[in-house]
């Protein structure tokens, strides 16, 4: 089966989301993110993106699905429709992964994105369903109520990318940096 590369963005308190929502307003991460997912190498493809039905429900609707990829909805949920073109449910990190590496789809996604929340993200870390993973480290705490889950350093090895800067980021006042780590 196909791997997939998680992008996550989190607090010092290693705080992803609260009330349903991002914990910050950063627009230029925000840029980074959206720009990391749209980056195709044959333009003739699409990329995929994952995301628990949480995090599905908390992007506005006017912006779902995410233009451009397939989106892929994972939930325990048996008649849980959503609707858009390129939409697909699936009721479990395998069964999108498994619906991705088949045809027809197989043949049309270049890459594919874990977009989280925190469910998808242990499951995919823990069963080594990874490449690598886009990190951004916040350098506050913010409220949380949603956190980026634990892993272990010995399973990731420091990666680069040329699109991802090394240097630290700031906006209004909240610093941050880019981490790329590829699954050993
Ligand atoms: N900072 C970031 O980078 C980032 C990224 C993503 C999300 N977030 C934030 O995180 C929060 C949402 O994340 P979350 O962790 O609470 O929820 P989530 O992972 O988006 O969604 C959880 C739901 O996904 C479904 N699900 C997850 N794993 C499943 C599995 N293996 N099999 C079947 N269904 C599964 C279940 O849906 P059902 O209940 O329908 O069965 C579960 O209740 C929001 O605040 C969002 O803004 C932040």
């Known amino acids: 089966m196909r791997k ?7 607090a ?10 991002l914990p910050w307003r950063l627009k230029k ?3 980074h993110f959206t720009s990391l997912i749209r980056r195709l190498d ?39 429709t959503a609707s858009g073109e390129d939409v697909y449910v699936a009721h479990s990190l395998e069964e999108a992964m498994t619906l ?5 789809l197989s043949d049309t996604v270049e890459t594919v994105w874990n977009l989280g929340g925190s469910y998808i993200y242990k499951e995919a870390i823990d069963k080594k369903l990874v490449d690598k993973m886009y990190l ?4 506050k705490e913010f409220d949380a109520d949603v956190f980026f889950p634990l892993y272990s350093d010995d399973d990731f090895e420091p990666a680069s ?17 880019y981490h790329v780590l590829k699954m050993k």
């Not at 997939?4 to 989190?10: E, K, S």
């Not at 991705?100 to 027809?104: N, Q, W």
């Open 12 to 21: 010092s308190n290693r705080g992803i989301g609260c009330n349903g929502d």
């Open 136 to 139: 951004t480290r916040i350098r």
């Open 4 to 10: 997939m590369n998680i992008v996550a963005a989190m």
């Open 161 to 177: 990318d040329p699109d991802v800067p090394s240097e630290v980021q700031e906006e209004n006042g909240v610093e941050w940096t």
């Open 100 to 104: 991705l590496s088949s045809p027809p």
């Open 42 to 80: 044959d333009p003739s493809k699409k990329n995929a993106v994952i995301l628990g039905r949480k995090t599905w429900e908390s992007v506005p609707a006017t912006s779902r699905p995410i233009k451009g990829k397939i989106n892929v909805i994972v939930t325990s949920q048996a008649d849980y």
């Open 29 to 31: 991460e925000f840029k």
